[in-house]
T-cell receptor, first 113, second 114 residues
Framework: TQLLEQSPQFLSIQEGENLTVYCNSS?????LQWYRQEPGEGPVLLVT???GGEVKKLKRLTFQFGDARKDSSLHITAAQPGDTGLYLCAGVPNAGNNRKLIWGLGTSLAVNP | SAVISQKPSRDICQRGTSLTIQCQVD?????MFWYRQQPGQSLTLIAT?????????ESGFVIDKFPISRPNLTFSTLTVSNMSPEDSSIYLC???????????FGSGTRLTVV
């Protein structure tokens, strides 16, 4: 069974600080997706990374896919209260049923003003 | 990407009763996915619903408890049957996008069983 270990599980920081969330696995993924979820809403896709070593930027958010496509990170620069939410990574397996995502456990982020 | 309308958004139900959750998609999709989520935690896949065939359930979930209907390519329902307090959770439907477009989710149904 493929697993996706996400850390940290909880993070509470002050506005302006930087943070990094990690998703790690021993298995290879064909792609990895990052979602953010706010209370009362479903997860919303932030980015999909596909190529090993790929780096994508979304304003103050930087996403990286590991060279071996087994891990990924999300870095937020100068966090703002609006970044508060649950961040989830999800991997598409490299083999088998490609439509069934493997989910990380989530990182609950609170950015305090 | 697709837009999903999910309802109800929340409900409080008596134990022993059943609740049916509906998801309407604004485009035709082959597969729809039903998830369960505890607040602040990750998602657990309940089942995958294909139009015209029985849903495929994940380990720990059975059709008698979570019957699913998929009458056409834009609509699906999940019923939570004979509810107990342990069924209190957020239930989400989802459809897969193409390639890099990820998955789109409904806004969720927050169920409380008392």
């Amino acid at each position: 069974t493929q697993l996706l270990e996400q850390s940290p599980q909880f993070l509470s920081i002050q506005e302006g600080e930087n943070l990094t969330v990690y998703c790690n696995s021993s298995s290879v993924f064909s792609s990895l997706q990052w979602y953010r979820q706010e209370p009362g809403e479903g997860p919303v896709l932030l980015v999909t990374v596909v190529t090993g070593g790929e780096v994508k930027k979304l304003k103050r958010l930087t996403f990286q896919f590991g060279d071996a496509r087994k891990d990924s990170s999300l870095h937020i620069t100068a966090a703002q209260p609006g970044d508060t939410g649950l961040y989830l990574c999800a991997g598409v397996p490299n083999a088998g049923n490609n439509r069934k995502l493997i989910w990380g456990l989530g990182t609950s982020l609170a950015v305090n003003p | 990407s697709a837009v999903i309308s999910q309802k109800p958004s929340r409900d409080i139900c008596q134990r022993g009763t059943s609740l049916t959750i509906q998801c309407q998609v604004d485009s035709q999709v082959t597969m729809m996915f039903w998830y369960r989520q505890q607040p602040g935690q990750s998602l657990t896949l309940i089942a995958t619903a294909n139009q015209g065939s029985e849903a495929t359930y994940e380990s720990g979930f059975v059709i008698d408890k979570f019957p699913i209907s998929r009458p056409n390519l834009t609509f699906s329902t999940l019923t939570v049957s004979n509810m107990s307090p342990e069924d209190s959770s957020i239930y989400l439907c989802s459809v897969a996008g193409q390639g890099r477009y990820g998955y789109t989710f409904g806004s969720g149904t927050r169920l409380t069983v008392v």
